[in-house]
């Protein structure tokens, strides 16, 4: 059996080995479009439980595993990155005492696998998704054969690597290519290192240091500021505070809820089997503290005076403007909680400074960075949802990898939230469109379904370039070679940037055809863009309106939206 210092030890172990093998696991990936990749996405989510974990000694088994998945799945990237952290999430609910036997081993891995196929809407066998499935049918078997928990946890790894070798003979592209899946060999790198503690009592040590991962994400002010200090404040105190339940109480959390909204509003009452967490706006702050106290003692108490605060606030932005029409740029500062002041509020993911402010033009209160190369983690996506102050808050990913990872924060979050599939920059602005037309409404649920409508009538185009030498859909593709995507999907490489634009444009447009915008990226000249868009306008002007926007946006020349 193994306690919790050895757990730990062994999940510290195995994030080191996918760090020191990420850039392998990177090499992988068949698509040669830059990302930020799956051993990159796995190893920083894993990366932001070992800090936490190494804080950890003494606890059992069951508290580490639970610790674990907390933070795998705060940490979470891109979708590689979120199946890891459900893989852990679901390993986690099989661990339930201070030590593991072997039972519990079959039932972690067992648990793991179910919560990733249950959270992946169409799971794609030859993939990690199978490369787990296999190596937990093999712990059960194991199990059922009278191995011990080592046995166990040797068969889930032997069988994990064998379902590894077999994903080219399951997935064409794969075959084609000549490698094995990705996700799935970051898997067999985790458990390789947890193998090396748990069979040989050695940790693996991080041969790059340690990784770091920052979820500081910023905003531009000019994004949610605007009447910020306009909201009236029904009640005085902002009262916190979290109560250590006595189990001897039988009495509901729901109970003290309803007493604090018949006392005030704001009202954040979350709850497990140790404590309640308390937020309430009241002006009885006492009633609300005696309440509390009548299902366990309380522990990090706070009181403050809401109306005091928001003068000090309201002076404080007004210096700080005037600061600013001096000349002076503002800093960037942290994404914080708000509290609630609208009924709807948005959230977008995108990547460049043109970018941004156009989603800003469009209403979106803030924006988290991110995109193909820097995939945003959970936590990044639940910061910004928490900032943001409105009842319920529409989150706009942009990009296939992120829609996972933005999910994952609906469960995490104080807000009503929705995630919109939108996988482009396009389709994102179409979707913030389509959102103006609900101004004042009330059916959150139909304004989702029309913003997402209206995303899904956009046709996306891209021109970027290959990362890597690759052989894939019959074309042999050169580091560098300039590539043209349609809805992400390789259409025909080029040599000529404005050649490839131009052929692209040409490949989307149809007869009913009426908008196009293009956004240029970072990496093409003001001149340039003006020079493609006389090109484009002289072909195409009479037919369709034609828009270009500088977006700055890395990675992508440019993006080409047809409507």
Not at 93 to 111: M, Q, Y
Not at 156 to 184: C, H, I, N, Y
Request: net charge negative.
């Amino acid at each position: 059996m193994y306690n919790g210092d050895i757990l730990r030890d062994a999940i510290i172990s195995g994030a080191n080995n996918l760090f020191n093998h990420k850039k392998s696991v990177d090499d992988l990936n068949v698509f040669p479009v830059p990302d930020g990749d799956t051993g990159t996405n796995m190893s920083l989510t894993l990366q932001n439980s070992v800090s936490v974990l190494k804080e950890m000694e003494g606890e059992s088994a069951a508290e580490v595993a639970k610790t674990n998945a907390s933070a795998l799945l705060r940490g979470a990237r891109g979708n590689s990155g979120v199946i890891t952290s459900l893989l852990f999430r679901g390993f986690a609910k099989g661990i339930t005492k201070d030590e593991i036997t072997a039972e519990e081993l079959k039932n972690a891995f067992s648990f793991g696998v179910e919560a990733a196929y249950k959270a992946v809407m169409k799971p794609t066998e030859g993939t990690i998704l199978t490369v787990a499935r296999v190596g937990s049918e093999k712990a059960s078997e194991a199990l059922s054969a009278g191995a011990d928990v080592l046995g166990v946890f040797e068969a889930a790894f032997d069988g994990a690597k064998e379902a590894l070798a077999e994903t080219p003979e399951l997935l064409p592209t794969l075959k084609q290519a000549g490698v094995v899946d990705a996700g799935g060999q970051g898997y067999i790198y985790i458990l390789e290192g947890m193998l090396s503690v748990l069979r040989d009592n050695k940790i693996i040590e991080n041969e790059g240091g340690e990784a770091t991962v920052s979820t500081e994400q910023t905003y531009d002010e000019s994004v949610s500021a605007a009447g910020e200090f306009e909201t009236e404040i029904t009640f005085t105190y902002c009262t916190e505070f979290i109560v250590n339940r006595d189990k001897k109480i039988k009495t509901k959390p729901q109970e003290l809820r309803s007493y604090l909204e018949s006392i005030g509003d704001c009202v954040v009452v979350v709850d497990d089997e140790e404590i309640i967490k308390v937020h309430v706006h009241t002006d009885h702050p006492g009633n609300a503290i005696e309440k509390g106290l009548t299902f366990g003692q309380l522990v990090h108490l706070k009181i403050e005076n809401m109306r005091d605060q928001h003068e000090k606030a309201k002076h404080d932005a007004e210096v700080k403007r005037k600061k600013e029409a001096a000349g002076k740029k503002a800093k960037a500062k942290k994404m914080e909680s708000v509290e609630i002041s609208k009924p709807v509020g948005y959230v977008s993911v995108c990547a460049g400074s043109g970018l941004a402010q156009l989603f800003s033009d469009l209403g979106v209160d803030n924006i988290v960075s991110g995109g193909q190369t820097m995939n945003p983690s959970t936590d990044d996506i639940l910061n910004a949802i928490e900032a943001t102050p409105a009842e319920t808050v529409y989150v706009l990913p942009n990009n296939k990898n992120i829609i996972m990872a933005a999910e994952q924060a609906i469960p995490l979050s104080s807000r009503n939230v929705y995630v919109l599939h939108t996988r482009t920059v396009p389709q994102g602005v179409a979707a913030m469109l389509k959102a103006l037309d609900f101004e004042g409404s009330s059916d959150n649920e139909a304004q989702a379904i029309e913003m997402q409508k209206a995303s899904e009538k956009i046709a996306t185009g891209s021109i970027t370039f290959a990362a890597r030498d690759s052989e894939f859909d019959g074309h042999d593709i050169k580091q560098g070679e300039i590539m043209a995507l349609i809805e992400g999907k390789l259409s025909f490489l080029e040599e000529d940037l404005n050649k490839a634009a131009s052929k692209l444009l040409k490949q989307m447009l149809k007869k009913n055809s009426q908008f196009v915008t293009v956004y240029y990226g970072d990496a093409v000249t003001e001149e340039a863009a003006a020079a493609l868009e006389e090109e484009m306008t002289a072909k195409w002007g009479d037919k369709v309106e034609i828009t270009f926007v500088k977006g700055d946006q890395p990675v992508y020349y440019f993006i080409i939206s047809v409507e």
